[in-house]
């Protein structure tokens, strides 16, 4: 049986809120989620997600990151990525993305996938406004704070996804 939905979490624990895609999906395993849905924490290894994505088993991925966007921290996105265009923050030479396995955020995971010949499904990002990046262990307050919304917000693409075939993102923006 074919997974239709992949929630990947994104980032390095060792640099305060990049850790955030981590601890959503730290907190989603412990839910009930169905069996159509797989959690996994990808961590620093976006290379090893773009090889997951190239099998085209997932109609729909859902990446969960830290994402710097302007706003307070803490603030939670929800991005429709629509994966011919570009995901914001993306790295791109005229070769391709800048490739680096400890850092490849979700636009350079999605290039590679392409460079590799493969086709993602629908791709949407929660991400979250972070409040520092510097070296260190731990999610700031308001980052911390928004984990549970940023996870309940997962909890409903995954559901608007399997129910309908597609999300309205809209209903789940800010």
């Known amino acids: 049986m074919t997974s239709r939905v992949l929630i ?15 601890e959503v999906v730290s907190r989603l395993s412990t839910r009930d989620l169905p069996p159509e849905a797989v959690v996994a924490d990808y961590g620093i290894r976006g290379v090893h997600l773009a090889y997951e ?9 859902i990446f969960v990151d830290a994402m710097k966007r302007g706003e307070a921290p803490g603030t939670v996105y929800v991005l429709d990525a629509d994966p011919a ?10 070769e391709g993305p800048v490739l680096d396995a400890h850092g490849m955020h979700p636009a350079a995971v999605l290039a590679l996938l392409r460079r590799l010949g493969g086709t993602p499904g629908r791709i949407y990002v929660v991400g979250c406004e972070p409040l520092t990046l510097e070296e260190g262990m731990g999610l700031s307050e308001p980052v911390a704070a ?7 917000r997962v909890r409903e693409l995954v559901s608007d996804a399997l129910e309908r075939g597609g999300v309205d993102v809209s209903r789940h923006s800010r």
Not at 8 to 22: E, K, P, R, T, Y
Not at 146 to 152: L, M
């Open 85 to 94: 265009a570009s995901v914001p923050g993306a790295a791109h030479s005229d």
């Open 146 to 152: 928004a984990v549970d919304e940023a996870a309940r």
């Open 8 to 22: 990947a979490g994104i980032g390095n624990v060792f640099h305060g809120d990049d850790g955030f895609g981590v």
């Open 53 to 61: 994505l190239l099998d085209g088993a997932y109609e729909t991925t």
